[in-house]
């Protein structure tokens, strides 16, 4: 069975600061998501990793994937007030389509 | 990118009601639908997934009864909540998948659902 964790479930920072969060999950998958949530609200898709070694960037978010360790990150850097959310993981189950989620991290970012 | 719609985004209903809500994948057909829940303050779960013209597969603990999946055509899913309960509130988000499960997954704008 498929489980993902993340951690830190919970994330306090301070403006422009950096921190990374982390998820792993337990067994092959060569898809990985990041989502971000606002209260209230549904998921806005981040980033798509589907291969070993995969890094992207977009603004102060980077989010890699190491395949052999199960392993993604999810780097902020110099956060700002506007990063303030929860922050998903999903892997993908098999051929099936579907997501696993973790838990989520709920940051919080401090002037 | 793709639009799913989902209506109503809000709904309050009284206990022993039934409930349906409607996603759309607007610009995009979908072969598969998936309906995720998510109760506050906690992660998705996947609660079952609807091929076109095909019966849904629910995942283990889903009451397949309560949660009637409609996957009439491709670009349309419903989900009805019959007889709803108060530990029914929740939010309930469809994912219609485009294309080949490698790419993008969409997720519609989520429907709360609220039980008195």
């Known amino acids: 069975e498929l489980k993902v964790e993340q951690n830190p479930l919970f994330l306090s920072m301070q403006e422009g600061k950096n921190y990374t969060i982390y998820c792993n999950y337990s067994?092959?998958?060569?898809?990985l998501y990041w989502y971000r949530q606002d209260p209230g609200k549904s998921l806005e898709s981040l980033f798509v990793?589907?291969?070993?070694?995969a890094v992207k960037q977009e603004g102060r978010l980077m989010a890699s994937l190491d395949t052999k360790a199960r392993l993604s990150t999810l780097h902020i850097t110099a956060a700002v007030h506007d990063l303030s959310a929860t922050y998903f993981c999903a892997v993908g189950r098999g051929s099936q389509g579907n997501l696993i989620f973790g838990k989520g991290t709920k940051l919080s970012v401090k002037p | 990118g793709a639009v799913v719609s989902q209506h109503p985004s809000w709904v309050i209903c009284k206990s022993g009601t039934s409930v349906k809500i409607e996603c759309r994948s607007l610009d995009f057909q979908a072969t598969t639908m998936f309906w995720y829940r998510q109760f506050p303050k906690q992660s998705l779960m996947l609660m079952a997934t609807?091929?076109?013209?095909?019966?849904?597969?629910?995942e283990q603990g889903v009451e397949k009864d309560k949660f009637l999946i409609n996957h009439a055509s491709l670009t349309l899913s419903t989900l009805t909540v019959t007889s709803a309960h108060p530990e029914d509130s929740s939010f309930y988000i469809c994912s219609p998948q485009k294309g080949l499960a490698y790419n993008e997954q969409f997720f519609g704008p989520g429907t709360r659902l609220t039980v008195l």
């Open positions: 990793l589907l291969s070993n070694g």
């Open positions: 067994t092959t998958s060569d898809r």
């Open positions: 609807s091929n076109e013209g095909s019966k849904a597969t629910y």
